[in-house]
C-alpha cells in the first residue's frame, strides 16, 4: 500500500513564525504536491514537484515555498506565518507512469495560525 | 487557466441513483478525475476518464464528453456510507497539473 505521511496532524503557530510542514512518501513516486482546504474553495495547489530539486508554483504559490532535497521527501515552508494561511493542508503524491494520474493523500496537517 | 464547476450540495435517498456534473475549462487537457473525501478524512481517488464515454467501476461510474468539456460522477444504489464530499479534478499541462473543483457534499437520507 502506498503510504503518505505527514509530520503532524494539528499545529499552532504564531503569526510571523517561520513553519515547516513536511511529507514522506515510500513508494518512490516522481510527482509530490501541496494543497490547501478551505470551505467552500476546495482543494487549492499550492506547489508541486515532478522530480528531486525541481518546483513548479501552483495556483496559489504566495507566501509559501518548498523543498524537495530527497525524492520521498516534500516539504512545505511558511517563511513568515500569517493568520490567513491558517487551512488544512494536504500533501499527495504520484508516479509518472500511471495512466489514471492517481494521487494519494496524506492526512493532512491542520495549522491554526493566532 | 482551469476552472471547474460542480453543485456544492446534493442530497439524496439511500437505494437512489445520484449523478454529480462537472464542467471544466482548460488549455491541454488529458482527463478528468474523481474523488472522494469523508469528513476528517483524506481525498481517495474513484475513477479517471481520459476518453469519451463511461466508466463503471462496481456502484460507480463516471461519465466524459470532451467535446462539452462535461463529465458526471454517477452513484447508484446509494449507501449512507457515501455520504462524503466528491471532488472533479481535471489533468492538463505537461506536468500532470491536477486542478480540483470546489467540491459537492453528498447527503444520504434514509
Known amino acids: 500500500d502506498v503510504k503518505v505521511t505527514q509530520s503532524s496532524r494539528y499545529l499552532v503557530k504564531r503569526t510571523g513564525e517561520k513553519v515547516f510542514l513536511e511529507c514522506v512518501q515510500d513508494?518512490?513516486?516522481?510527482?509530490m504536491f501541496w494543497y490547501r482546504q478551505d470551505p467552500g474553495l476546495g482543494l487549492r495547489l499550492i506547489y508541486f514537484s515532478y522530480d528531486v530539486k525541481m518546483k513548479e508554483k501552483g495556483d496559489i504559490p504566495e507566501g509559501y515555498s518548498v523543498s524537495r532535497e530527497k525524492k520521498e521527501r516534500f516539504s512545505l515552508i511558511l517563511e513568515s506565518a500569517s493568520t490567513n494561511q491558517t487551512s488544512m493542508y494536504l500533501c499527495?503524491?504520484?508516479?509518472?507512469?500511471?495512466?489514471?494520474?492517481?494521487?494519494?493523500f496524506g492526512p493532512g496537517t491542520r495549522l491554526t495560525v493566532t | 487557466g482551469q476552472s471547474l464547476e460542480q453543485p456544492s450540495e446534493v442530497t439524496a435517498v439511500e437505494g437512489a441513483i445520484v449523478q454529480i456534473n462537472c464542467t471544466y475549462q482548460?488549455?491541454?487537457?488529458?482527463?478528468l478525475s474523481w474523488y472522494q473525501q469523508h469528513d476528517g478524512g483524506a481525498p481517495t481517488f474513484l475513477s479517471y476518464n481520459a476518453l469519451d464515454g463511461l466508466e463503471e467501476t462496481g456502484r460507480f461510474s463516471s461519465f466524459l464528453s470532451r467535446s462539452d468539456s462535461y463529465g458526471y460522477l454517477l452513484l447508484q444504489e446509494l449507501q449512507m456510507k457515501d455520504s462524503a464530499s466528491y471532488f472533479c479534478?481535471?489533468?492538463?499541462?505537461?506536468?500532470?497539473?491536477?486542478?480540483f473543483g470546489i467540491g459537492t457534499k453528498l447527503q444520504v437520507i434514509p
Open positions: 482548460t488549455s491541454g487537457f488529458y482527463g
Open positions: 513508494m518512490d513516486h516522481e510527482n
Open positions: 479534478a481535471v489533468i492538463s499541462g505537461g506536468y500532470q497539473k491536477v486542478t
Open positions: 499527495a503524491s504520484s508516479p509518472v507512469r500511471d495512466y489514471s494520474y492517481e494521487q494519494y
